[in-house]
Nanobody, 118 residues
Framework: HVQLVESGGGSVQAGGSLRLSCEAS????????VAWFRQAPGKEREAVAS???????NYANSVKGRFTISKDNAKNTLDLQMNNLKPEDTAMYFC??????????????WGQGTQVTV
């Protein structure tokens, strides 16, 4: 049974930092592309950052230079370090696995989400 569980969300003032984590069970992050998406109220779910099996990364323009995606293949965890947070970063953040870069519809497995409020 494949499961993704996010943690680390919360409320923070503008300019602050948060670190999101996603733990996988029944899945090997080292073999697939994994990503973080976010969805604000009334908006579509959008890609934030992705990391491929070879550790190649991709970032949305809105978060470049502020967010860093990383993964630990040994622990099967995916992290998102978010610095200099802005009010527009407020959203539900989702971990996703087994997809293709920023193609939302290509991801087969999703976590339940964790709320970030700035």
């Amino acid at each position: 049974h494949v499961q993704l569980v996010e943690s680390g969300g919360g409320s923070v003032q503008a300019g602050g930092s948060l670190r999101l984590s996603c733990e996988a069970s029944g899945w090997l992050f080292r073999t697939v592309c994994v990503a973080w998406f976010r969805q604000a109220p009334g908006k579509e779910r959008e890609a934030v950052a992705s990391i491929a099996s070879d550790r190649g990364t991709n970032y949305a323009n809105s978060v470049k230079g502020r967010f860093t995606i990383s993964k630990d293949n040994a622990k099967n965890t995916l992290d998102l370090q978010m610095n200099n947070l802005k009010p527009e970063d407020t959203a539900m953040y989702f971990c996703a696995a087994d997809g293709w870069w920023f193609e939302r519809s290509s991801y087969n497995v999703w976590g339940q989400g964790t709320q970030v409020t700035v």
